[in-house]
């Protein structure tokens, strides 16, 4: 593990501009008018920036995909946080690598696997479930008890910002995160195939490498034509909808997760508009975070019409 500084989260009201939001950016304020994530859940607001959101949002999906509980998402959270910052980098203390700063001569696998962030995480994540009573003990020692660092009580200013972020991209606090971002520019693609954009199917592909297969729809091989409110993403093929049946509460955490994690990954895969339960985020009004969603004025059934039983993404 790389033996790093420990410095604190930095509550940054002045330069951010908002009361008590933690930058959580070991000192480095985001600063306004730029992209960046934030978390808030009640009083409690963190601030990402887009590289940190990513990764924090693979984090929890390696472990929503996994069936672990939320907490083993903020450990995870704090020890990168604490190690990396939250970055994939390819250096360390001696030979530390990655989110976690794994170390290939301790056995966490070779210099690629562990710059692979899925693998990395994966291999977090089969360790901390090694970990007698890890899912009650403080996250600092469960934290600890993985890392084996030599300041095991570094984790611990990191528990609060980890709880926070972890609850919004594990589901457990729905429209909890929102990203602000510059609208994509239209990409010009063309349906493939499959039916779908070249963007499209990259959000389709990256989704199932971070939660696993889900059932999807929306599109067909030549074209949708029919099913969608007038002027849809759907009939040019820019739209993919998940499906997460029957509408329950397991179900709607599981699709608070992927909602918030195409947030977090919106400019990276180009996304536009998400929606679910209710809720819709668009690329174009950013700043407005998750606002509420106006069903179409049809008949239908009421789960698909509200978006209560699938997430809706649509990309540029």
């Given at each position: 593990?790389?033996?790093s500084?420990?410095?604190?989260?930095?509550?940054?009201?002045a330069?951010?501009g908002?009361g008590?939001?933690l930058?959580?950016?070991?000192g480095d304020?985001?600063?306004?008018?730029?992209?960046y994530?934030e978390a808030q859940?009640?009083?409690?607001?963190?601030?990402l920036?887009?590289?940190?959101a990513?990764?924090?949002?693979?984090i929890?999906?390696?472990?929503?995909?996994?069936?672990l509980p939320?907490?083993?998402?903020?450990?995870?959270l704090a020890?990168?946080?604490?190690?990396s910052k939250?970055?994939?980098?390819d250096?360390?203390?001696r030979?530390?690598?990655?989110?976690?700063?794994?170390?290939p001569?301790?056995?966490?696998?070779?210099?690629?696997?562990?710059?692979?962030?899925?693998y990395a995480?994966?291999?977090?994540?089969?360790?901390?479930?090694?970990v007698d009573?890890?899912?009650?003990?403080p996250?600092?020692?469960?934290?600890?008890?993985v890392?084996?660092s030599?300041?095991?009580?570094?984790?611990?200013?990191?528990?609060?910002?980890?709880?926070?972020v972890?609850s919004?991209l594990?589901?457990?606090?729905?429209?909890?995160l929102?990203?602000?971002?510059d609208?994509?520019?239209?990409?010009?693609?063309?349906?493939?195939?499959?039916?779908?954009?070249?963007n499209?199917?990259?959000v389709?592909?990256?989704v199932?490498?971070?939660?696993g297969?889900?059932?999807?729809?929306?599109?067909?091989?030549g074209?949708?034509?029919s099913?969608?409110?007038?002027?849809?993403a759907h009939?040019?093929g820019?739209a993919?909808?998940f499906?997460?049946?029957?509408?329950?509460?397991?179900?709607s955490?599981?699709g608070w997760?992927?909602?918030q994690y195409?947030?977090?990954?919106?400019?990276?895969?180009a996304?536009?508009?998400?929606?679910f339960?209710?809720r819709?985020?668009?690329?174009?009004?950013?700043?407005?975070?998750?606002?509420?969603y106006?069903e179409?004025d049809?008949?239908?059934d009421?789960?698909?019409?509200?978006?209560?039983?699938?997430?809706?993404v649509?990309?540029?």
């Amino acid at each position: 593990m790389r033996r790093s500084v420990v410095v604190g989260t930095v509550v940054a009201a002045a330069v951010a501009g908002v009361g008590g939001v933690l930058v959580w950016r070991n000192g480095d304020a985001i600063l306004p008018g730029t992209a960046y994530c934030e978390a808030q859940i009640g009083d409690a607001a963190v601030r990402l920036d887009l590289e940190q959101a990513h990764n924090a949002a693979l984090i929890a999906a390696v472990a929503v995909r996994r069936e672990l509980p939320a907490r083993a998402t903020s450990i995870a959270l704090a020890a990168a946080y604490q190690e990396s910052k939250i970055a994939n980098i390819d250096y360390g203390d001696r030979d530390s690598l990655g989110l976690f700063q794994q170390r290939p001569s301790q056995g966490w696998g070779t210099r690629q696997q562990i710059l692979d962030p899925y693998y990395a995480t994966g291999a977090f994540y089969d360790a901390l479930v090694r970990v007698d009573g890890y899912e009650s003990m403080p996250i600092h020692d469960a934290a600890q008890e993985v890392q084996r660092s030599a300041d095991g009580g570094a984790y611990e200013q990191h528990e609060s910002a980890a709880r926070t972020v972890a609850s919004a991209l594990t589901g457990y606090s729905p429209a909890a995160l929102s990203c602000r971002v510059d609208e994509p520019k239209d990409s010009g693609q063309g349906p493939l195939g499959n039916g779908l954009t070249e963007n499209a199917g990259a959000v389709l592909d990256d989704v199932e490498r971070a939660f696993g297969a889900l059932p999807a729809g929306g599109f067909a091989a030549g074209g949708v034509r029919s099913g969608h409110a007038p002027g849809s993403a759907h009939y040019e093929g820019r739209a993919v909808d998940f499906f997460f049946r029957p509408v329950n509460d397991v179900n709607s955490r599981r699709g608070w997760a992927l909602a918030q994690y195409l947030v977090a990954n919106a400019d990276r895969l180009a996304v536009r508009t998400v929606i679910f339960d209710d809720r819709i985020w668009t690329a174009a009004r950013s700043g407005d975070g998750w606002r509420e969603y106006a069903e179409p004025d049809s008949a239908g059934d009421p789960a698909i019409l509200r978006h209560l039983d699938h997430v809706h993404v649509d990309v540029a």
